[in-house]
Every structure is written in structure tokens, then in C-alpha cells.
């Protein structure tokens, strides 16, 4: 059974860090890509950041230099560090995993709050 499981959501201060991660499992035949989107209140869901199997990334023009997607794959395990945090990162932070056969599944979410 597909499962993921998102932490390290929380409150902080504008310019500070934060540490998102999203424990995969139920992966029998392995996963593809992994990623991070976002929702901001009262707008659409938006991509933060992709990274392929063999680590390509893709950063949304707003967080690049400032966050960085990594992944583990012998723990099925993605994380997104976030440096240099600003008000407008404010969202419910979901993960996105593509699983080989299983196709493609959401996190349940996880809210960042920056404060100014």
C-alpha cells in the first residue's frame, strides 16, 4: 500500500530555515520522480522544486537559491531545505512521488508559516 508520510512543517521567522521530508513506502517495482508543490492561501497548488532518480532538479524561478530538493533512494525519503524563508513561502507544503506501476501520489500536507 502506497504511503507518505510529510514532516517538518512549522512556524518561523522570515529568514529563517526549515526542513520538510517525505517518507515513501509501499514501492515494489521503485519510484521515479519525487517533488515538492505548494498551496499559498487562497490561491492554486504551485510547484516548488522536482528531482528525477538519478537527481536532476527543477526549482520554481521563486525559490531558487534559496531551497534546496534532495533525495535518499535506499530510504525512498525526498527533503526540501528551505533557507532565507520570506512571508510569501507560506503554504500548505505537499509532496509529490511518482511510483513505478503505482503512478503518481500525493502527501497529505504540511503548513509552513513565515512571519515578518
Known amino acids: 500500500q502506497v504511503q507518505l508520510v510529510e514532516s517538518g512543517g512549522g512556524f518561523v521567522q522570515a529568514g529563517g530555515s526549515l526542513r520538510l521530508s517525505c517518507a515513501a513506502s509501499?514501492?515494489?517495482?521503485?519510484?521515479?520522480?519525487m517533488g515538492w508543490y505548494r498551496q499559498p492561501p487562497g490561491k492554486q497548488r504551485e510547484l516548488v522544486a522536482t528531482?528525477?532518480?538519478?537527481?536532476?532538479?527543477n526549482y520554481a524561478d521563486s525559490v531558487k537559491g534559496r531551497f534546496t530538493i534532495s533525495r535518499d533512494n535506499a530510504k525512498n525519503t525526498v527533503y526540501l531545505q528551505m533557507n532565507s524563508l520570506k512571508p510569501e513561502d507560506t503554504a500548505v507544503y505537499y509532496c509529490?512521488?511518482?511510483?513505478?506501476?503505482?503512478?503518481?501520489?500525493w502527501g497529505q500536507g504540511t503548513q509552513v508559516t513565515v512571519s515578518s
Open positions: 528531482i528525477t532518480r538519478s537527481s536532476t532538479t
Open positions: 509501499g514501492s515494489i517495482f521503485g519510484i521515479n520522480a
Open positions: 509529490n512521488v511518482d511510483y513505478i506501476v503505482s503512478g503518481n501520489h
